[in-house]
Structure formats: C-alpha cells, structure tokens
C-alpha cells in the first residue's frame, strides 16, 4: 500500500517568513495530493490539492509543488500571518477514472508555529 | 449546523465497555470514513463505505467495527474498549463520480479508555 513520509514534524517560523513542509510518497500509481490544515479542536479541511498531471499550484499565499519522477511534493506559505498557525498533512490517493479517491493515506503532520 | 456531525464529542470510558460513535452527514455524499488519529501518527483509516450496501476494511481495522444505517449515517463501534483505543476519531465524507477526492471531516470524537 500506499506510504507517506511527511517533515519536519515541527516547523517555527517568523511571522512573515515562508514556510515549506515536504512529503515524499512510495506508490507511482497515486495521482492526487491534497493538503489539509488542521486548526486546535477542530477536524481536518482541504487547503489545496494537486493532481499528477500538473507540476505546481497556486491559491493566494500558498503553493503546491509535485516531482512525480522523485515522488516527492512541498507545501510552500510565504508571508505567514498567526492564522496559518495548525497542523498540516499531506496526503495521497489514486483518483480513479469514474472519480472519487479510494480513501486517503495521510502523512503524520506537521505543527506550524508562527512567531510574532 | 455542520454539514458532518459526530457524537459524542467526548466519551470515558472502561475498559472492556461496548462503545459506538455516531456520524451523520447533511452533504449528500455517498461515501463515508472513520479515521483515527493518535499524536505523532497522523490520520489512519479505520472503516469505509461507498454506499450502504459496501464496507470496506481499512488500515487499522482490527478491534473496531462499523454499520451504515442510511446514506447519511455511519456508526463506527468498539466490541470491547481496550487502553490503546484511546485516540481521536474522525468520520469523514465524500462525492462519488467526477470531482475532486476532498474529504469533509466531522469535529472528532475524543474517546478515552481506562
């Protein structure tokens, strides 16, 4: 089955300064990767995603980059602000054909601190 | 009201008590999930269901047990609790057919076990 590695597991950053987390994932079959925050109390949400025929995304402040031949993918946050204080997991998954992934495999996280 | 609803929210228990925890979803989604999450290991898929009538078993299955009453409920039991039980638990949805594989996570349930 599918393996997620996902670093550093802590992340203190400056308020302002970019953070960069990284996942690496083992099956070259899987061709979508999400990444999810996870704010104190609360459950997972979906912040970004990319899918293996794309190398890189963009939504305001934060990028998604995929190296499919080295299987590895990176979350980037440029000018962090106190509100991207969370957790963050990367995922994979296989989207098949007719839709819907088959359940995802998540890597262990990674706790964002921004410092004021 | 949340689209994804879990009860309880928290739960103590003992050990060797049946417990179950209840997800009910407003989002019309087919398919259903129960996650676990432990510090330090992420989210790790317990049970999961594509329609009523589909149960699949996940990665850490064993211990854990599940029912799909409806489309939009998902129970998730433990026979037996035991100490290492204790996490957090997830119930999670998503679409069927085309469309992004998002998951629509509930606020979790925290479960206890003494």
């Known amino acids: 089955g599918e393996n997620v590695e996902q670093h550093p597991s802590t992340l203190s950053v400056q308020e302002g300064d970019s953070a960069v987390i990284k996942c690496t994932y083992s099956d070259s079959a899987s061709n979508y990767f999400p990444w999810y925050k996870q704010e104190l109390g609360k459950g997972p949400q979906l912040i970004i995603d990319i899918r293996s025929n794309v190398g890189e995304k963009k939504d305001q402040r934060i990028a998604v980059t995929l190296n499919k031949t080295a299987k590895h993918f990176s979350l980037h946050i440029t000018e962090t602000q106190p509100e991207d204080s969370a957790v963050y997991f990367c995922a994979a998954s296989i989207i098949f054909l007719g839709g819907g992934a088959d359940g995802l495999t998540f890597g262990k996280g990674t706790h964002l601190i921004i410092q004021p | 009201d949340a689209d994804v609803t879990q009860t309880p929210r928290n739960r103590i228990t003992k050990t060797g008590k049946r417990i179950m925890l209840e997800c009910s979803q407003t989002?019309?989604?087919?398919?259903m999930y129960w996650y676990r999450q432990d510090p330090g290991l992420g989210l790790r898929l317990i049970y999961y269901?594509?329609?009523?009538?589909?149960?699949n078993k996940g990665e850490i299955s064993d211990g854990y047990s599940v029912s799909r009453q409806a489309q939009a409920k998902f129970s998730l039991s433990l026979e037996s609790a035991i100490p290492n039980q204790t996490a957090l638990y997830f119930c999670a949805t998503s679409e069927q057919g085309f469309g992004s594989g998002e998951l629509f996570f509930g606020e979790g349930s925290r479960l206890t076990v003494l």
């Open positions: 269901s594509f329609d009523v009538k589909d149960i």
């Open positions: 989002k019309g989604h087919d398919r």
